[in-house]
């Protein structure tokens, strides 16, 4: 889910079980990662975050991503194609919009979890990810480190 890059054990704990209530109630596939990328150039940071997202293999086209480099001073939001219908770039852009703001003033937790609020709150709630599903996006999320 979140490495440890500006986060203590407590935050990454209460981003999981965001990240987990969205997974059981809005059953979407919905991923965040915390840490700098491994750049030579910081304007490729949107084409990194696109390829950490593909490398979700077959959830990809219905997955979330959520990328924040603090030590870089970057965030992305990467949405599959098949879940924009959902989650559409409006959506992504208010909720980069708040974690920003919460970044300026020093709240980098709260302002994930702002934008994991408001992804769920606009993709609504659908029948949850089956056990396989969720097993399937943690490994995943936690071998993208």
Not at 35 to 48: H, K, M, P
């Amino acid at each position: 889910m979140a490495s440890g890059d500006g986060l203590d054990p407590r935050s990454q704990e209460r981003i999981e079980a965001a990240v987990r209530r969205v997974r059981e109630e809005n059953g979407l596939d919905l991923s965040v990662l915390v840490g700098d990328l491994s750049l030579d150039d910081l304007s490729q940071f949107r084409a990194a975050s696109e390829r950490l997202h593909a490398a979700l293999g077959e959830r990809s086209p219905s997955a979330v991503l959520i990328v924040v480099a603090p030590g870089q001073r970057r965030v992305e939001i990467v949405t599959g194609p098949q879940v924009r219908r959902r989650v559409p770039d409006r959506v992504s852009a208010l909720a980069v919009l708040a974690m920003t703001s919460a970044f300026r003033g020093g709240d980098l937790t709260g302002g994930i979890l702002d934008a994991v609020r408001q992804i769920a709150d606009a993709a609504g709630r659908r029948p949850a990810l089956t056990a396989a599903e969720q097993k399937a996006a943690q490994l995943a999320t936690r071998g993208s480190h």
